[in-house]
Nanobody
Framework: QLQASGGGLVQTGGSLRLSCLAS????????MGWFRQAPGKDRQFVAA??????????KYSESVKGRFTISRDNAENTVSLQMNSLNPEDTAVYYC?????????????????WGQGTLVTVSS
């Protein structure tokens, strides 16, 4: 089970930190990702991080690269998304997800478990 938190209302240029707590299962054995879905739009890949093994990798969508940072704490079974320099185009419901395997994935169908989502609203 995945529980996302940390969403809220922030002004343009502000920051938020999303967290996703995983319960049950072997958290460290899977890649994790964040997706978002704005009203009337398809779910969009945001960021992903590979499993806890050596050579941990991250991947970002072009729209958030340089502004967002994904990280994981395997001891605490959490994955976080630090979001800086937010703009209104970042407004969406953000979902954390657990991949089917160990490597980073950008397609939603490569993720087997999803959290409930947390709303991020960026005002102009």
């Amino acid at each position: 089970q995945l529980q996302a938190s940390g969403g809220g209302l922030v002004q343009t240029g502000g920051s938020l930190r999303l967290s996703c707590l995983a319960s049950g299962g072997t958290f460290g054995m899977y890649a994790m990702g964040w997706f978002r879905q704005a009203p009337g739009k398809d779910r969009q890949f945001v960021a992903a991080i590979s499993w806890r093994g050596p050579g941990m990798f991250t991947k970002y969508s072009e729209s958030v690269k340089g502004r967002f940072t994904i990280s994981r704490d395997n001891a605490e079974n959490t994955v976080s998304l630090q979001m800086n320099s937010l703009n209104p185009e970042d407004t969406a419901v953000y979902y954390c997800a657990r991949a089917r395997g160990t490597s980073v994935q950008t397609r939603a169908d490569q993720y087997a478990l999803w959290g409930q989502g947390t709303l991020v609203t960026v005002s102009s």
